[in-house]
RNA sequence: GGGGUCGUGGUGGAAUCGGCAGACACGAUCGCCUUAAAAGCGAUUGCCCGAAAGGCGUGUGGGUUCAAGUCCCACCGACCCCA
């Protein structure tokens, strides 16, 4: 009989099924591990990069559970956003159907895995019981104060009508279609994400990597500084933040946003023009580009002053765009001899540069400074100041903006002041694919949310789709028209969420997806909560990641866990803290890039213009040294290929070939006719990506090899949490592993008797080592050095089995202890195996084998005789080995006595055998 | 410009607290088997020299240490995030 994944696996994943395997309910008798990874957006196939996150995922959650928790392994999908509307747009297919149908066909693929995802707990984003949750919480926002409406600069896509977030756009365009995206003025929703800025920068609680804790940080961007009060001549207060108010002395211009309030009123007439097309012009372009460093400074005099506090002295105003609205109060005092981007401006535009911070024993001009100085000093030129360190610090540490703030506040022009980069959350979308915004605009113009028995207000089906992408929620009369608490005629607001909303609480709907009372069951909650492990993909580390913080936090503080908590009280659990975070640990794997290939050897024939090729006639052939003599034309390796445009690489030199309509294309790898479409080019490791070609599909992956060697190459051939470029060669390892295990099992015990006893205690001794391998590879999330552990043991198998010598014993523990340790990676063929070796089902209700160190233990070892740091011999000795005898055996070796040749070593160290290595003695000459 | 991550054989990667660098696998070479090929099996596989002994090796250059892939400093390069 032989191994056939097909048979096996769905053999296997109808049974579990059936036997509720993967049913994970609630036992508070037993210790608790709720798993999670990140849900999929149902984009209609499941990609290798799905694969790679989830079934390593699932290994570590099946370890998890023979380990003895009680482990919750929950899936479902984020299934709002604009591709399905898209859709519907251009292929006339309504949103849901589109995406209930994607989801049906990604669930199949989703059970090839052989994961345990507990189905009954699945939560599908866009059904009306799960919205009506996300609604019930923007509602709670709303009455709480941390939802608001108000106006806003928003990054305005022309080709998709709708708003972005500052997130969703990359380099001035959409990050998902490439699409460019203006600034506009809108009135839009608003979550206040700043309230929990402060308790987003505490990381205590998490294990998280280090990187995005970084990332988080640097987004939230707090910075310590002072609000500071300038006055302009015509008398409005300009009011400033700085994080260096011991510059202030050094300010010798303004510069304000083109759009702040005050510009209209400081211009004087003879710069209006001038400023009115800089403004205009500001407005085209995005933020990126407005606050790069490396760009050229723009800016336009208004022809106002203002007046420094500090020494009273008269400065200009400026309008810059690298000066933005949004940040800080919009407008920045000019210190050009200590800021780069003031520097540059003053430089362009002729502007007094005054030092204020120097070295000591330096002394700095600032008509002939060659730029910015931003490092530590003394205080000059400043009056009462003078000569106070300056010592790089933020803030209050650094003793001159301690003793300025001190001052300014003395003053009452001036008051110390935390400012975050970070801005509150936009949640508007002027989209139909959405949750609706649960919320009515009276005829008065005031609003209020609809009532509690209306929700979830549901998105009407009977729409029409407007070529242009409007969303049709703006002009279907039935749901525009509501009726207000009063019983009015109302307009019911026709912006819908961000996605990202309903993603940040879906760890809370699989708890109880069917749950019609609250959006989760606080018995559940109160035993599965917090989730324990997360893991996903890296690039979800500041918005996803930040915005389900955010959500818990604000959570907690409406009370929506307290009858969750209450239950944990009841059973002796310890609440304090545990509904801060939503993730206790989080781990990101890579990215499984696209295999490098080489691209089509060629040769092409035709016409010559100039040095271009217009061929008619192109084919692939093998070998780069069968170039025809007298040969006119073009050959060599496709390296680049653009629709019927190739890049030839002929020789070294690169030559373009364009394939004429009719050409004759023979491609003899390709039957029946081929097209310049099929013709490979040479194709760099990058991104995966259908127009690239060199996307990996999983389905075909699993029809040829089985889903188990999917999973288990997939976890042996990257380091997780890098990833890294597909190599399909790479496969047949863990092909040839599991075929091996399958023929040792089948071939049964290769003795019946009792065989050699030192064999067997070495076997077993082996067994005991690859336990603890495995167990420590999984703890880590170390995938592939858990199979690693487990090639050793097939190969040490295999050896011992060849001497006929193995006790029937021996084998059947070794046996048995391998099954259970490939059980979380190759969940079918374990399972398989563990029928056949007569054992009881399932193999995934046992628990992981148990390690014995001592078993594990060497008699022998090899003691290393280093001398000065170098290994020169090993000698078989006693893993007992005391120092003295090591030492002593040590220096007695043949390489010490060459070395030495009669001298005394200078020193001479014993390193005791430690966990895994050998003992080591280091004799210094 | 700032912040971060990372540089290890032909390739993917291992190396738990500073303690034998290259585990495991792919690929390659040679051999066995075969009419042949595939598969399978066996051997070799960081570099140099060699009979042995040895020398050199984790991006480069320094440093700390009995001992450095691992710690410190500087530099080079790649990627990511932010500006």
New binding site residues.
């Given amino acids: 009989m032989t191994y056939d994944p097909k048979q096996i696996e769905s053999k296997w994943q109808q049974k579990w099924e059936e036997t509720q395997l993967y049913r994970s309910v609630v036992d508070w008798s037993k210790p608790k591990h709720y798993a999670l990874t990140m849900l999929p957006y149902p984009s209609g196939d499941l990609h290798i990069g799905h694969w790679f996150a989830m079934t390593p995922s699932d290994a570590r959650a099946r370890y998890m559970r023979m380990k003895g928790y009680n482990v919750l392994f929950p899936m479902g999908f984020d299934a709002f956003g604009l591709p399905a509307e898209n859709a519907a747009v251009q292929r006339n297919i309504h949103p849901y159907k589109w995406t209930i149908s994607n989801i049906q066909r990604m669930r199949g693929q989703l059970r090839s895995m052989g994961a345990m995802f507990d189905w009954q707990r699945e939560a599908v984003s866009c059904d009306p019981s799960y919205y009506k949750w996300t609604e019930w919480f923007f509602k709670r926002f709303y009455e709480a104060g941390l939802a608001y409406r108000g106006e806003a600069m928003v990054n305005w896509s022309p080709t998709l009508q709708t708003v972005l977030a500052?997130?969703q756009v990359?380099d001035g365009k959409d990050e998902r279609t490439g699409q460019p995206v203006i600034q506009k003025m809108m009135t839009q929703w608003f979550f206040r994400y700043t309230r929990y800025t402060d308790e987003m920068l505490n990381f205590d609680k998490l294990d998280w990597p280090?990187?995005v804790k970084?990332?988080q940080t640097?987004?939230i961007?707090r910075s310590e500084g002072a609000h500071v009060t300038f006055k302009t001549e015509s008398g409005d207060d300009l009011l400033i933040y700085t994080t260096r108010p011991d510059t202030l002395w050094g300010a010798t211009f303004m510069v304000l946003a083109p759009e702040h309030g005050l510009v209209s009123k400081i211009t004087t007439p003879d710069q209006r023009d001038a400023v009115k097309a800089y403004q205009d012009q500001a407005a085209r372009s995005t933020?990126?580009e407005r606050?790069?460093?490396?760009r050229e400074k723009t800016g336009v005099f208004t022809g106002g002053y203002a007046i420094n506090p500090v020494n009273g002295a008269r400065i200009p105003i400026w309008i810059a765009d690298y000066v933005m609205v949004t940040y800080g109060t919009g407008a920045i005092m000019a210190v050009p001899a200590h800021d780069?981007r003031d520097f540059a401006f003053a430089r362009k535009f002729g502007l007094k540069i005054v030092p204020v911070i120097q070295p000591q024993g330096e002394s700095f001009n600032g008509d002939t400074m060659p730029e910015a100085y931003v490092g530590d000093g003394v205080m000059v030129n400043s009056d009462q100041f003078n000569g106070t360190p300056s010592n790089g610090m933020k803030g209050r540490k650094n003793p001159a903006i301690d003793a300025v703030i001190t001052w300014l506040e003395g003053k009452g022009i001036g008051k110390e002041a935390v400012n975050y980069?970070l801005r509150d959350w936009l949640i508007s979308r002027q989209r139909y694919w959405g949750c609706p915004i649960p919320m009515i605009h009276r005829a008065d113009g005031t609003l209020e949310p609809e009532a509690d028995v209306n929700l979830p207000v549901v998105l009407p089906e009977n729409v029409d789709f407007d070529p242009s992408g409007r969303s049709p929620l703006t002009y279907y009369d039935p749901f525009l028209q509501a009726v207000d608490s009063d019983g009015k005629p109302a307009r019911r607001e026709t912006d819908t969420m961000d996605t990202f909303m309903c993603s940040s609480w879906y760890q809370y709907r699989y708890l109880s997806p069917n749950y019609s009372q609250a959006p989760f069951d606080p018995e559940e909650a109160a035993y599965w909560l917090p989730v324990d492990v997360y893991t996903g993909g890296?690039?979800h580390?500041?918005m996803h990641l930040l915005y389900t913080r955010w959500f818990t936090k604000a959570m907690r503080d409406l009370g929506v866990f307290d009858d969750a908590e209450a239950i944990m009280r009841q059973h002796g659990r310890d609440v304090n803290g545990v509904f801060d975070e939503p993730m206790l640990l989080l781990r990101n794997q890579?990215q499984v890039l696209g295999a490098e290939r080489p691209g089509d050897y060629i040769i092409a024939t035709g016409k010559f213009v100039g040095e271009k090729l217009f061929a008619n006639h192109v084919e692939v052939v093998g070998g780069s040294n069968d170039v025809p003599k007298g040969f006119d034309g073009v050959c060599g390796e496709i390296v680049k290929r653009t629709e019927n445009i190739i890049t030839v690489d002929m020789a070294g030199v690169k030559r373009t070939v364009e394939v004429v309509d009719g050409a004759k294309v023979i491609i003899p790898a390709i039957e029946g006719e081929n097209t310049v479409n099929q013709l490979k080019h040479h194709l760099e490791i990058q991104r995966m990506s259908k127009s690239k070609g060199n996307v990996v599909n999983p389905d075909e992956l699993v029809n040829a090899y089985g889903a188990d060697s999917v999973r288990a190459y997939l976890m042996?051939?990257?380091?997780w949490e890098?990833?890294?470029?597909w190599?399909p060669?790479?496969m047949?390892?863990?092909v040839?592993?599991i075929?091996?295990v399958w023929d040792m099992v089948l071939a049964g015990a290769p003795i019946s008797g009792e065989g050699d006893s030192a064999l067997n205690r070495d076997i077993e001794r082996k067994v005991h080592q690859a336990i603890?391998?495995v167990a420590?590879?999984f703890e880590?999330f170390?995938f592939?050095?858990a199979?690693?552990a487990l090639?050793?043991l097939?190969?040490t198998l295999?050896?011992a089995i060849k001497t006929k010598q193995i006790g029937k014993a021996t084998w059947d523990f070794a046996m048995k202890t391998n099954l259970l340790l490939m059980a979380p990676i190759t969940p079918h063929v374990a399972e398989e195996l563990w029928e056949k070796l007569g054992q009881p089902y399932s193999v995934h209700n046992q628990l992981f084998p148990a390690y014995d160190p001592e078993i594990a233990a060497e008699d022998e070892?090899?003691l290393?005789v280093?001398i000065?740091?170098?290994?020169?011999?090993?000698i078989k000795v006693s893993a007992e080995i005391g120092e003295q005898e090591a030492i002593d055996t040590a220096l007695a070796s043949a390489?010490v006595q060459?070395?030495l040749n009669g001298a005394q070593p200078k020193?001479v160290?014993f390193?005791a055998s430690?966990?895994?290595?050998?003992p080591?003695v280091?004799i210094?000459i």
Avoid: C
Avoid at 716 to 719: G, P, Q, V
Avoid at 722 to 725: A, I, L, N, Q, V
């Fill in positions: 500052n997130e990359i280090e990187p970084i990332m640097n987004w961007g933020e990126i606050v790069s460093e490396d780069v980069r890296a690039e580390a500041t890579g042996f051939a990257f380091d890098k990833g890294g470029p190599d060669n790479g047949k390892g863990v040839n592993w075929n091996d603890d391998k420590y590879s880590r170390s592939n050095t199979i690693a090639m050793i097939r190969n295999r050896e070892v090899d290393v280093m000065n740091g170098k290994p020169r011999e090993n390489s060459r070395a020193k160290l390193i430690r966990k895994g290595q050998e080591k280091n210094v």
